[in-house]
Nanobody
Framework: QVQLVESGGGLVQPGGSLRLSCAAS????????MRWYRQAPGRERELVAA????????NYADSVKGRFTISRDNAKNTVYLQMDSLKPEDTAVYYC?????????WGRGTQVTVSS
């Protein structure tokens, strides 16, 4: 079955960096667009970044453009989110997502807290 496992979250000071990873299994990873979402307390889940199967034409939310970079390693079935110049408003649980056969799959998420 499809499994998505996020890792790499933690506590970081404003201006710092983190690299999130999402290890995927149970489907042909290289054939699917992968996405990162986040959800802050009291707010709706929002799309942060997306990367198509070939790794080109990445897309980002306006709030993270120029600071976050999504990438993938199809040989390792892993998608990454490099987060630089982190701000307190980036604090959220970050989720990995894939849509396969019209069904959405989610990981359990990894907490990112940006605070001094």
């Amino acid at each position: 079955q499809v499994q998505l496992v996020e890792s790499g979250g933690g506590l970081v000071q404003p201006g710092g960096s983190l690299r999130l990873s999402c290890a995927a299994s149970g489907f042909t990873f290289s054939s699917y667009t992968m996405r990162w979402y986040r959800q802050a307390p009291g707010r709706e889940r929002e799309l942060v970044a997306a990367i198509p199967s070939a790794g080109s034409s990445t897309n980002y939310a306006d709030s993270v453009k120029g600071r976050f970079t999504i990438s993938r390693d199809n040989a390792k079935n892993t998608v990454y989110l490099q987060m630089d110049s982190l701000k307190p408003e980036d604090t959220a649980v970050y989720y990995c997502n894939v849509v396969r056969s019209r069904r959405e799959y989610w990981g359990r998420g990894t907490q990112v807290t940006v605070s001094s």
